[in-house]
């Protein structure tokens, strides 16, 4: 079963802009993590913040975590058009090499 | 830079045939994952495994599905027979190189099944 919802489904920005992406999620965790996959292929690991952390950065991306609303943003800065792809959070309930619960994605499109 | 190999890429067969789907992890991850990517949804976990023991398979629908993990490395996984509802992406990780704490999955590029 799916741990949450990423929020929006959809999203379309012009090149350039900062795209932000939201996850919900049900459980206690471990950690989260972002993925992207790219259409019809397998997932990258994007980046992995703790449940201990509030923020984390890593190049354009930037990712923050509030345990207490059990919710979890992706912003994207300066988009590029090779950023078009569906975005996934995924929790860890236990962390180390824990089976992940992931969302349904949002799928964002970089308009040039 | 190292690799989850799966295989075949593309699969299609009829309805009630069997398939069976190959994934060969990155050297050294003791960890490996079988997911189910139904299209329009994130990942389902079926299997995992760790070495090559069966770690979790709450979720693998073991009357028609199953998964080993022989020796520890490559693994494969099998639907006898298949159903129409089984068409999806089949992806396969791993994890747990040195170093690596095991949090940080990889992922290959998938079979994508389609069942007629």
């Known amino acids: 079963s799916q741990q949450g919802e990423e929020d929006p489904q959809a999203l379309s920005i012009q090149e350039g802009e900062n795209a932000t992406m939201n996850c919900s999620y049900k459980t206690s965790i471990n950690n989260l993590q972002w993925y992207r996959q790219n259409s019809g292929r397998g997932l990258v690991h994007l980046i992995l913040i703790r449940s201990n952390e509030r923020e984390k950065h890593s190049g354009r991306l930037r990712v923050t975590l509030d345990t207490s609303k059990k919710s979890s943003s992706l912003l994207i800065t300066a988009s590029r058009a090779a950023d078009t792809a569906s975005y996934f959070c995924?929790?860890?309930?236990?962390?180390?090499?824990?089976?992940?619960?992931f969302g349904k994605g949002t799928h964002l499109i970089i308009q040039p | 830079e190292a690799e989850v190999a799966q295989s075949p890429r593309y699969k299609i067969t009829e309805k009630s045939q069997a398939v069976a789907f190959w994934c060969d992890p990155i050297s050294g991850h003791a960890t490996l994952y079988w997911y189910r990517q139904i299209l329009g949804q994130g990942p389902e976990l079926l299997v995992q495994f760790q070495d090559e023991s069966v770690v979790d398979d709450s979720q693998l629908p073991k009357d028609r599905f199953s998964a080993e993990r022989l020796k520890g490395v490559d693994s494969t996984l099998k639907i006898q027979p298949a159903e129409l509802g089984d068409s999806a992406m089949y992806l396969c990780?791993?994890?747990?190189?040195?170093?690596?704490?095991?949090?940080?999955?990889?992922f290959g590029p998938g079979t994508r099944l389609t069942v007629l």
């Open positions: 990780a791993s994890s747990g190189g040195q170093g690596q704490g095991g949090d940080t999955q990889y």
């Open positions: 995924a929790t860890g309930r236990f962390g180390g090499a824990d089976g992940l619960t």
